[in-house]
């Protein structure tokens, strides 16, 4: 799976969150806060298995009958399904060659009930639990905060995050039992 980067206004929003959090005053966060911040969005999404922020995905699978589920969640939409023949250019496969499930859960399918003739092809998907920081669960985003603070305060040791982080995100956490699909 490859993602587009949180954006910059929403890691710039999580710092003044985190910057609050930390009673600190304009211009006192400095690049190791952004940092800290820009780190606890990314520890965030990989513990809740959830895109925090929607943005750009892209996922790499091999094409057939069989649904093949989409690595980020919740999946809002697929942009674009690309084939990857070895050797050629890649070329926009068609909507009638492939089909779509986004279930309630926000889970993404997609397979090919037709023989497309390639190994490989290329999913593009937008994905994500908020389009903007001031849409992010209220939960989410003050165990963001807190971790974010966390990472800043004891930079310098080997402290461990506070078990908060985890109580605010875990109604959140996404898991997946097993490997679903082949990939």
Request: charge should be negative; hydrophobic fraction near 55%.
């Amino acid at each position: 799976m490859t993602a587009s980067a949180i954006p910059a206004a929403v890691i710039a929003d999580a710092v003044a969150a985190a910057g609050a959090y930390l009673r600190l005053t304009q211009g006192e966060a400095d690049d190791v806060l952004t940092r800290a911040t820009a780190t606890a969005l990314a520890l965030g999404e990989a513990y809740l298995g959830t895109a925090i922020v929607t943005r750009g995905f892209g996922d790499v699978i091999r094409p057939g009958p069989d649904w093949r589920l989409l690595d980020a969640k919740p999946v809002q939409a697929v942009t674009g399904v690309t084939a990857l023949p070895a050797g050629a250019a890649p070329h926009v496969l068609p909507v009638d060659a492939y089909a779509i499930d986004i279930d309630g859960d926000g889970d993404g399918w997609i397979r090919f009930p037709v023989t497309i003739g390639v190994e490989r092809v290329a999913v593009a998907y937008v994905a994500g639990l908020a389009t903007t920081w001031a849409d992010v669960p209220a939960a989410v985003a003050q165990g963001v905060a807190a971790l974010a603070a966390h990472l800043f305060e004891a930079r310098a040791s080997d402290a461990q995050p506070p078990a908060a982080v985890a109580a605010l995100w875990r109604p959140f956490r996404r898991m997946g039992i097993g490997a679903a699909v082949m990939r």
